[in-house]
């Protein structure tokens, strides 16, 4: 396990050094969540102002998600992020990098950047699309929405 995640990330030094994510993740045995695309909508359906305020929201609904699904940041193995100006993403790195250790930690899952004319919400210009992977062990309980049976 590589510390701080329940997963291995694996960077080959035959790879450049990667920046802000990891080339592979190898998935510890549990229970997958799928995240549905988490653009930087508020909680009354709003949407934040500017790239790196989007991206700092919908990296919060992203944790709001994954805790609703009894799952931690750390037991994120994948992240798609999908941009509308890629050239606005890759100059605002510093900012953005702050936004994303602020709800992720220095955790970087496998990741991908993906430039789009356009996301569902024409007001947004960053959607995250996550995997995480819940390690089973003690403690970790399969959450079904059912009642539990006696």
């Known amino acids: 396990m590589t510390e701080g995640t329940p997963h291995r990330l694996v960077n080959p030094d035959s790879l450049p050094r990667p ?3 990891s080339h592979a993740v190898v998935a510890s045995s549990g229970r997958a969540v799928y995240l549905g695309g988490q653009a930087g909508h508020r909680r009354d ?3 934040a102002d500017g ?3 989007q991206f700092d929201q919908a990296c919060a609904n992203v944790v709001t998600a994954l805790a609703a699904s ?3 940041p750390d037991h994120l193995v994948s992240v798609h992020i999908f ?3 890629a050239t606005a993403y890759r100059s605002s790195l510093v900012p953005l990098g702050t936004a994303w250790r602020s709800h992720f930690g220095k955790h970087y ?3 991908s950047l993906f430039e789009v004319s356009g996301l569902f919400d024409p007001r947004a210009l ?3 699309v996550g ?3 819940v390690p089973e062990g003690p403690g970790e309980r399969m959450v079904t929405g059912l009642p539990d049976e006696a």
């Open 109 to 111: 899952p496998a990741t």
């Open 70 to 72: 009894a799952a931690r």
């Open 83 to 85: 941009v509308t100006d």
């Open 45 to 47: 359906g709003s949407i």
């Open 51 to 53: 790239l790196v305020e």
């Open 126 to 128: 960053v959607e995250l």
């Open 131 to 133: 995997v995480a992977i």
């Open 19 to 21: 920046l802000g994510f």
